[in-house]
């Protein structure tokens, strides 16, 4: 063990808990996988927790190697394996439902938290605080995390709302340090010391360089292959932010070489296929074969899922050499490489293309060393000297290990309002989201800004003043006055619009569409206005899941639906439009700040998976540049959950509501829905 394991484990043993901080590959979850044998071996439970179902599923697989299937169950809403286990791996809201439902936790001693720093997720960050103010001081929780500046800010936080010591535990080197280069044609593999030479020498920009860059030769990913190949660094990582271009580049550069694997590695690569032949059906193509053999190969979200499993199982056994892939990847357990390579800087980030940040970047960076093999680990960007003064000072930042804080992103959900009116009155709510990391900061903020406020009134009453002192004295009491009760007063505007809407009463009695939110997690408020408005009735088994479908899942752009809508179908969707469209949904989502789903194009596609269809025959109604065999599976999983979670909402007062959803979701569930990948 590295100290820093050791550290940790050694506070556990103690019965704290610890926040663990170190950079990608260094071996944070040696420390969860001791927690849990141990509390294992006690006969008592533990809980790990993921940010994301893949790295559930994964984690899955490697417990059930380790501790053996029956001690292990899995908890993602849409799959449930031995859900007694006395080792539950889950996705963070799934522990989170259990809280504040009130599920007994008698024998729970220990919770992970497994990429803790997801807790700023503008989309799901809320969960993981609600995990850490719900859990009970008793419970030992283990954080770990990627490298954080404000640990210590974030550990004191947890020890307030907890009540419970954190030890922080932070390992600021890399068992294999990471040499961060950048390649072109031009270069080669180099330094940005020679990429500032370089543009030295080109000096500055002309009006016509956007026409001569066009007329240079630029650097492709077959280029950084050749510079890599030569340098002796395969297998590595190339980490693309296209789904299509992981696909085309691979298939470009299979067309391109021989083979990149040893006689012996070939032999085995076509027994793991053999094996696999059986599960993969139509999803293995004669190319991917041949990909597959040459050691190439593309991983992304959309991919197969029994393809996707192939893939990550020929990489870990090191017959893939290069594999192209999208940032899902770089959330994978134990996918070294000897070298990183990066297609480009920008990516998408939600609302803007933005540069990566150093965190973003040293998350897919640190797959580049494979401990006890590497003395270092390359990353190389792809990159022309041209470009170097738009990214200097990202890669500096890079370089510097200029990591972003934590930043609390609290925004409870309807769902989460209305589960906490129901366990407490409106003072104990008050309570809790006052306990949250953005009342905490916003707590200190304010605090600061009643000290400042007071010491510049003093040095006002002394005669020293001016009109810019006034305004900052105003400024700073008005900080001071609203800082604290920002939470508070967010939080009854949610509670105010659900008396506006007639979910609650004035004195915050449950109508029926506050009952629903109890149990609704996707798409809140449009699915109970939708269920209100009885836009579900009447609906046949298929049809209703391919609403739900559509109601809980978007394609990718450039996807066409190759099925006609029928007549009902058409007036289906002119439906639920009508209601998407009301004031009391569109206000809805503008005071949560979230878009609902709406994709109508799955309506017959998930109608096809529910009447029994194989995936290779829903495939063959959709027009896709990529594989979106994956994409389409989690929407059905997806679905599956939002059908579960319309079951539980109703099966007290609508009986038959509740059957013909139970077979919906005995119909849906088979085949590739079921697979743990």
Same mark, same amino acid.
């Given at each position: 063990l590295d100290d820093f394991q050791v550290q940790a484990i050694e506070a556990l043993d103690a019965g704290r808990s610890v926040l663990v901080c170190a950079p990608t590959g260094t071996g944070k979850t040696v420390v969860a996988d001791w927690m849990v044998e141990r509390v294992l071996a006690r006969g008592q439970q533990v809980v790990f927790t993921a940010p994301i179902k893949a790295l559930s599923n994964q984690k899955f697989r490697d417990y059930c190697r380790l501790f053996g299937e029956s001690q292990v169950g899995l908890v993602t809403g849409d799959l449930v394996i031995r859900r007694d286990a006395p080792c539950l791996v889950m996705t963070t809201e799934i522990l989170r439902n259990m809280l504040l439902a009130g599920e007994p936790l008698d024998a729970l001693q220990a919770v992970v938290l497994d990429e803790i720093h997801f807790l700023d997720d503008r989309e799901?960050?809320?969960?993981?605080?609600?995990?850490?103010?719900?859990?009970?001081?008793?419970?030992?929780?283990?954080?770990?995390?990627?490298?954080?500046?404000?640990? #210590?800010?974030?550990?004191?936080?947890?020890?307030?709302?907890?009540?419970a010591p954190v030890d922080v535990i932070v390992e600021p080197k890399r068992a294999v340090p990471l040499e961060l280069c950048l390649v072109s044609k031009r270069t080669g593999l180099v330094g940005p010391r020679a990429y500032d030479e370089e543009a030295r020498t080109l000096g500055p920009r002309r009006h016509n360089d956007r026409d001569d860059r066009r007329r240079a030769p630029q650097t492709s990913h077959l280029d950084v292959f050749r510079v890599l190949r030569d340098e002796d660094l395969?297998?590595?990582?190339?980490?693309?932010?296209?789904?299509? *271009?992981?696909?085309?580049?691979?298939?470009? &550069?299979?067309?391109?070489?021989?083979?990149?694997?040893?006689?012996?590695?070939?032999?085995?690569?076509?027994?793991?296929?053999?094996a696999a032949a059986p599960t993969l059906g139509y +999803?293995?193509?004669?190319?991917?074969?041949?990909?597959?053999?040459?050691?190439?190969?593309?991983?992304?979200?959309? &991919?197969?899922?029994?393809?996707?499993?192939?893939?990550?199982?020929?990489?870990?056994?090191?017959?893939?050499?290069?594999?192209?892939?999208? $940032?899902?990847?770089?959330?994978?357990?134990? =996918?070294?490489?000897?070298?990183?390579?990066?297609?480009?800087?920008? %990516?998408? #980030? /939600?609302?803007?293309?933005?540069?990566?940040?150093?965190?973003?970047? =040293?998350?897919?960076?640190?797959? !580049?060393?494979?401990?006890?093999?590497?003395?270092? /680990?390359v990353v190389a960007v792809r990159m022309e000297v041209e470009d170097w003064s738009r990214f200097r000072e990202a890669f500096r930042r890079y370089y510097n290990g200029e990591y972003e804080p934590v930043q609390s992103s609290f925004n409870l959900s309807w769902s989460s309002i209305v589960l906490l009116l129901a366990a407490h009155d409106l003072e104990g709510a008050r309570r809790i989201v006052e306990r949250s990391f953005l009342a905490w900061k916003l707590d200190r903020a304010a605090e600061k800004a009643r000290t400042d406020a007071a010491r510049l009134r003093e040095r006002i009453s002394g005669g020293?003043?001016? %009109?810019? #002192?006034?305004?900052?004295?105003?400024?700073?009491?008005?900080?001071?006055?609203?800082?604290?009760?920002?939470?508070? *007063?967010?939080?009854?505007?949610?509670?105010?619009y659900l008396q506006e809407l007639g979910y609650l009463d004035p004195d915050l009695g449950f109508q029926a569409g506050a009952r629903l939110l109890q149990h609704l997690q996707i798409s809140e408020i449009l699915?109970?206005?939708?269920?209100?408005?009885?836009?579900?009735?009447?609906?046949?088994? !298929?049809?209703?899941?391919?609403?739900?479908? !559509?109601?809980?899942?978007?394609?990718?752009?450039?996807v066409e639906r190759l099925v006609s809508f029928t007549k009902a179908d058409k007036a289906l969707v002119t439906a639920v439009e009508r209601v998407r469209r009301t004031d009391r949904v569109k206000l809805a989502d503008e005071i949560a700040g979230a878009e609902n789903p709406w994709e109508p194009d799955l309506l017959p596609i998930g109608?096809?998976?529910?009447?029994?269809?194989?995936? $290779?025959?829903? =495939?063959?109604?959709?027009?896709?540049?990529?594989?979106? $065999?994956?994409?389409?599976? !989690?929407?059905?999983?997806? +679905?599956?959950?939002?059908?579960?979670?319309?079951? #539980?909402?109703?099966?007290?007062?609508?009986?038959?509501?509740?059957?013909?959803?139970?077979?919906?979701?005995?119909a849906v569930s088979r085949d590739e829905v079921e697979v743990v990948a």
């Open positions: 799901r960050g809320t969960v993981w605080e609600e995990v850490l103010i719900y859990l009970p001081p008793t419970i030992q929780v283990i954080g770990l995390s990627a490298t954080l500046p404000n640990l #210590d800010e974030l550990a004191a936080w947890m020890e307030s709302v907890r009540a395969l297998p590595y990582l190339y980490f693309v932010f296209s789904r299509k *271009n992981t696909e085309l580049f691979a298939r470009r &550069l299979a067309r391109t070489v021989t083979t990149l694997l040893s006689a012996e590695e070939h032999a085995a690569v076509i027994a793991r296929i053999s +999803a293995l193509t004669d190319e991917l074969y041949e990909m597959y053999t040459l050691g190439i190969a593309f991983h992304h979200a959309g &991919l197969h899922v029994h393809l996707k499993t192939l893939v990550e199982e020929l990489y870990e056994a090191r017959l893939l050499k290069v594999l192209y892939c999208t $940032s899902t990847f770089a959330l994978g357990v134990n =996918m070294p490489a000897r070298a990183v390579a990066f297609d480009e800087l920008m %990516k998408f #980030d /939600g609302t803007s293309v933005a540069v990566l940040g150093t965190r973003q970047f =040293m998350q897919k960076a640190g797959r !580049a060393g494979r401990r006890g093999m590497d003395t270092v /680990g020293e003043t001016s %009109k810019r #002192d006034k305004q900052t004295l105003k400024r700073l009491k008005r900080t001071g006055n609203q800082a604290s009760e920002r939470c508070w *007063n967010e939080f009854l505007h949610k509670v105010q699915v109970a206005e939708l269920y209100l408005e009885g836009v579900f009735e009447g609906l046949d088994d !298929a049809t209703l899941f391919g609403l739900l479908c !559509a109601l809980s899942h978007d394609l990718p752009r450039g109608r096809m998976w529910a009447a029994g269809r194989p995936l $290779s025959d829903v =495939m063959a109604h959709i027009d896709s540049a990529t594989d979106i $065999s994956g994409t389409l599976i !989690a929407g059905f999983r997806r +679905a599956k959950d939002l059908c579960g979670q319309l079951r #539980d909402a109703v099966h007290g007062s609508m009986p038959e509501r509740a059957e013909q959803l139970t077979r919906v979701i005995r």
